[in-house]
Nanobody, 124 residues
């Protein structure tokens, strides 16, 4: 089993920045990649970014390219999401997820473990 816990959410004004963290524990050696997803009220959960656990491979949704950066610290079993130039439409609950599937996944399907989520609110 793998446990995931997000932190770093909060309220920020448009144009501001936040850094989310996702700490993994348990059988972390089995993880192939991790992703950040978000879900706004009334909308489906969508991919924001993903990163492989052991090689330099990343994925970004078009809506966040150039503004968000995903990174990892294997020694700390932690994945980060640096969010710059935030917009009101970035408001959502942000979840991190981990998959054992040996490729980067860009949909919720296939992710084996999920964190409880952290709220990000961007005011205009």
């Amino acid at each position: 089993q793998v446990q995931l816990v997000e932190s770093g959410g909060g309220l920020v004004q448009a144009g501001g920045s936040l850094r989310l963290s996702c700490a993994a524990s348990g059988r972390t050696f089995s993880i192939y990649s991790m992703g950040w997803f978000r879900q706004a009220p009334g909308k489906e959960r969508e991919i924001v970014a993903a990163i492989s656990w052991s090689i330099d491979r990343t994925y970004y949704a078009d809506s966040v390219k150039g503004r968000f950066t995903i990174s990892r610290d294997n020694a700390k079993n932690t994945v980060y999401l640096q969010m710059n130039n935030l917009k009101p439409e970035d408001t959502a609950v942000y979840y991190c997820a981990a998959t054992l599937v040996p490729r980067i996944l860009t949909t919720t399907s296939g992710y084996n473990y999920w964190g409880p989520g952290t709220q990000v609110t961007v005011s205009s």
